[in-house]
């Protein structure tokens, strides 16, 4: 790999570990032209099936979007980032699961849904609002009574550890 600072042609890898739950190598290099140090991250490149729009359109599957729909939902919030990111790679995992070429937005949306519930009920309202196209207050109401029936009683899952 190139050194980013000089440009050198071979840098030397001097520490090497697992990071994002073993999903990621985190590789710290070194330049034996400028002595330079900086990081890298290796994962594998993993393609994701394409979105239909519910016009019917279709695009690429964009993880920033993603990222950007999920931190406005959370915008304010006392959530932390590695908690969002964590959201991000399981809505993106349990998509390659389906193992499908293309996949709805509609899906996207639920698994969206599906994540804030776990990271803070007020988020998921504030999505479930916009996505569902509340009309009124009754529309949110229906929304937090169908919430509460479903409280997972030990606290849900894995995305409610404040790691």
């Not at 034996?32 to 695009?59: H, I, N, S, Y």
């Not at 009920?121 to 504030?126: D, F, G, K, L, Q």
């Amino acid at each position: 790999m190139h050194c980013p600072f000089c440009a050198y042609a071979d840098t030397r890898v001097v520490d090497s570990r697992l990071a994002d739950d073993g999903g990621s190598v985190r590789r710290r290099r070194e330049c034996p032209q400028c002595g330079q140090r900086f990081t890298t991250f290796e994962r594998a490149e993993l393609a994701l099936p394409v979105v239909v729009k519910t016009d019917g359109r279709r695009e690429s599957f964009n993880e920033e979007k993603l990222q950007r729909g999920l931190t406005r939902a959370l915008s304010k919030r006392p959530v932390a980032t590695a908690r969002v990111d964590a959201a991000v790679r399981m809505i993106q995992r349990r998509i390659r699961e389906r193992g499908e070429r293309e996949i709805p937005a509609r899906l996207i949306g639920e698994l969206v849904m599906e994540a804030l519930r776990d990271l803070d009920p007020v988020a998921y309202v504030r999505f479930a609002s916009v996505y569902r196209r509340f009309e009124d207050v009754d529309a949110f109401s229906v929304e937090i009574a169908r919430m509460k029936e479903a409280e997972v009683p030990d606290g849900g899952d894995d995305l409610n550890r404040g790691d």
